[in-house]
């Protein structure tokens, strides 16, 4: 279970993957402030929705009844919210995955743009389809085990340029 809460926490936020810096550098703010809303970023998602979510779990005692992932989470907000909050939840997890896309997204068209300019800009875009189309039709722990092996794959370079600025 830890496992799984370390990965879905990289995932939600990129803490830890160093790949944020690519998204925080293209702002206009000062490096400072910006340095400061990529804290908060993490603060916001890691310590208070994620605090929140388990604390939900834990008063329920849902985790009790083996469940796994978002089917003990969805029966948590069902006992304390009713009804309402199953479909709270369900348009949380909907946004959540939206903007998940959307910010890997730009930081996969940040890193293009740098490397190779414009010229496979194009691609990119109609590329990056692929995996959300395939992905409707595959079963939820591969579509999760997809995610992780595509986070994973993001830390690679860092841990290489790491290497080489030591």
Sequence with gaps: IISKGASRGIFANDAGTGTSTTVNA???NKPAVQGMW???????VSFIMCTLTALVVMTTNTWSLGLDGAPVVLESF???YGSMGRI?????IC???YTTYIGFYYEYTTCIKYLFKEKLYWLL???YLIPLVVAVFMPIEAVWTMADMAVGFIIIPNI???FILI
């Design 26 to 28: 293209t702002s206009n």
């Design 38 to 44: 990529g804290i908060v970023e993490v603060a916001i």
């Design 78 to 80: 069902k006992l304390v």
């Design 88 to 92: 709270i939840l369900c348009l949380m």
């Design 95 to 97: 946004l959540f995955a």
């Design 125 to 127: 875009r109609w590329l």
């Design 160 to 162: 290489i340029a790491l």
